[in-house]
């Protein structure tokens, strides 16, 4: 082949990869072209007002795509623009998925005008408005408003306020000064007396009356005259008062007192007035004036007295001392404490200074009285005090009744002396009432009523008379057992009585457990507790028995004593239900009548010692029979309705029954 063919078909070779290169390319731009038409996310920008959209310029601020007139292409999932207009401030926004593809509003906000302004008088009490609205308040002001035209004012209050008109455009800022012209105005000033000497400023400008002319502002009025006191009052002149009026009334001139008291720290009162300057004191000196000084513990002193213009007066006064009598007594006899200092022994008159003391009555065992006194000359003041015993306070707090767990209702009782038995003058008297000198100085608690046999049931099962007649034909041990039960489920855990293999062998006087009462309790209870004398029969000491008093025998009654009605039935053939007849005068039930009732004391016919004075005498350690007391359903003769009767047994009967007691407190 010849050379020149080779070159032929070389060229051609040449041509036909041109080609195939062509055409590749042609084929991955339209493949290009075709992924990216498929990708490509249109949205159109419709922006607001409509006045920014022929100058407005739109731009890409985040994603990868490109912004052409109002429309946005983007290849990117996100896509933030910017619009721009000269007047409006720059809106950003974030193309969300529901415009993509379709329209996206865009709002652009007018951008204020700001308005700079001051004044040439610099008043910081300016006002400022705008439109008629109070906007600030100073020498000057800098504030932001809507485009337009305004009506700017400053208001001075020594100059004439100034109104001035102003037109901005959207973000333009003005920068003005306004000339303000000061209030025309003057002062009128009158004084009484006149003729009065009148400054401005520190210039005399005459005397009064007398009209001044001033230009806005704050002026120092002085005003003087002889035999006056100087007055300086500020006087202002604005344009909301550019004439101001003052009328002065000129006080004389003032005298000077200069007082010495003694003693000191005293009340000084003037004119009506307390002082609490002790120095030199200005006072008018055209009037009289009424000084007191009084101090607590002294006489008070008074004074009348005037001052010369200017003068000076030095006044002394020393008040005398003032006492009074106090006479204190009390029950019992007690030391006395006055102001935390022993000043003797209940009853004495004291001379004390007439300020308040704090005075305390005390005595070992009973609470401390604390009183406050003030004595004075004019009277005598009395403290009569009756102290209490710490037992007797602790008593007050202590349940006056309560119930037991048996049902049981108990009173409290406070009791005092009595004088047991019955002389041998008195009718239906025994030989065996001796008469016993006894003080009760132990509280203690007595069940209201009698026993029930529905209550002694509950610890005695084979009681079957569950009922509310008295319990009776028990021995005084049942009774004394009785009391023990009952202390144990009340959880008393110290019985009164001591029991052996069922055998009583003793009791505790220290116990706060149930008993029987003494027979010393029992007697006051009958004749003295709610009354004030100790009776012979619980009614009192006449030998008529009122209507209703118990449950005695309906038979002729011997010895003398009769009932108020002959023909007196108190309804019961023998025993009665507790508490059907009325209670005594300290609220007991039958303590007279229904059944005589065991007490706690061994029975003893031995005469006490002469004179001697028994204290909670509780009996014998060691005896056989008990005493009961109280008359019953059976009793008859007046011997037997006196409470001073004693009874005694061992073992129990129809007519005995018996109640509960204890102590308060141990």
Known sequence: MSEYNLEIQSAKQRQRRFYGIVVSLLVVIGGLLVLWIGTVRVTTIELFPEEVRSNARISLKQGIGFVQSETVY????????????????????????????????????????????????????????????????GSEISVEVEAGSHRLMADSPYHEPEMYEVSLARGETTQLKLVLSPVQGQLEITTSPAGAQVKIDGEIVGKSPLIVPESGGRYSVEISAPDRETLIDNIQVTNRRPNPSRSYQLEPRKGYLVPSLSP??????????????????????????????????????????????????????????????????????????IDSKPAGITPVSLKLSAIRHNIKLKKMGYRTVEKQITPSSKSTRKIQVTLKSEKQLKLE?????????????????????????????????????FQRDVILKKAFYVSLHEVTSAQYAQFKKSRASANSLPVTSIGWGDAAAFCNWLSQIDGLTDPFYRFSNGRYVGFNPASKGYRLPSEAEWEWLARKAGQTRQTIFTWGDDLVIPPGSGNFSNTALQGGIQFSASNYNDGFARLAPV?????????????????????????????????????????????????????????????????AFRGSAYEGSDDVGFRVARYVYK
């Open 74 to 137: 983007s290849l990117s999932r996100e896509t933030v623009i910017s619009a721009v207009s000269a007047g409006f401030s720059t809106a950003t926004h974030k193309i969300k998925p529901e415009e993509e593809g379709d329209r996206a509003q865009v709002t652009l906000l007018a951008l204020p005008g700001i308005i700079r302004a001051s004044t040439n008088a610099a008043d910081p009490e300016t006002r400022w408005f705008i439109d008629g609205k109070l906007v600030s308040v």
């Open 264 to 337: 000191k720290n005293g009340m000084l009162i003037i004119d009506g007035k307390e002082i609490s300057s002790r120095d030199r004191l200005p006072l008018s000196a055209i009037k009289k004036h009424n000084l007191s000084y009084q101090k607590a513990g002294y006489f008070t002193e008074n004074a009348k007295f005037s001052l010369s213009s200017g003068e000076e007066r030095k006044l002394t006064i020393k008040l005398r001392p003032e006492y009074g009598l106090v006479k204190i007594t009390s029950q019992p006899q007690a030391e006395i404490w």
């Open 397 to 433: 707090k202590i349940k006056k009744e309560f119930m037991s767990k048996a049902g049981i209702k108990f009173k409290m009782f406070t009791p005092d002396r009595i004088l047991m038995g019955a002389p041998r003058h008195e009718k239906g008297q025994r030989a065996n009432e």
């Open 579 to 643: 508490g059907s007849f009325k209670p005594n005068k300290a609220g007991l039930f039958d303590l007279e009548g229904n059944v005589s009732e065991w007490v706690h004391d061994y029975y003893s016919a031995i005469p006490p010692r002469n004179n001697d004075v028994e204290y909670d005498p509780l009996g014998g350690t060691v005896g056989y029979n008990h005493v009961f007391k109280g008359a019953s359903w059976r009793s008859e003769s007046l011997t037997k309705l006196r409470p």
